[in-house]
């Protein structure tokens, strides 16, 4: 049997026409934009996949809201796993102007909370 994995973003979400940090409480789901990109998809996939399909998301509102017309264009259950989220938002920053987070914790060449570069330790060899 083969398997195929198709990987789907989110649709179009509040908290990013909103301009803020999306965690847990600051992902207010997705707009009215986003739910009909959601339901073109299921539609979508519907007539191009065939046999079982199970269906995956991080459990923030907008990739659950994302999940669930997809799930039921083909009658089965999503399941939500914690370890789907792109990256966990610090509760300080969640809800937050994104503005504001990019200029405490943007970095050069963009993008947020690059790990620094550990010592290498140097002893007799």
Not at 22 to 46: K, N, V
Not at 82 to 107: I, K, N
């Amino acid at each position: 049997m083969e398997t195929r994995l198709l990987l789907v973003r989110h649709g179009e979400s509040v908290h990013k026409t909103a301009g803020v940090v999306g965690g847990p409480t600051g992902c207010q789901g997705l707009t009215e934009a986003g739910h009909g990109q959601a339901r073109r998809l299921a539609e979508r996939l519907r007539e191009e996949v065939a046999g079982p399909v199970a269906v995956y998301s991080s459990v923030l509102r907008r990739a659950v809201e994302t999940a669930e017309p997809i799930a039921a264009a083909f009658a089965a259950v999503p399941e939500q796993h914690c370890g789907l989220c792109t990256w966990h938002t610090p509760s300080y920053a969640d809800g937050m102007p994104m503005r504001e987070f990019h200029a405490v914790h943007g970095v050069p060449g963009g993008g947020v909370f690059r790990r620094p570069r550990r010592a290498t330790r140097r002893g007799p060899s």
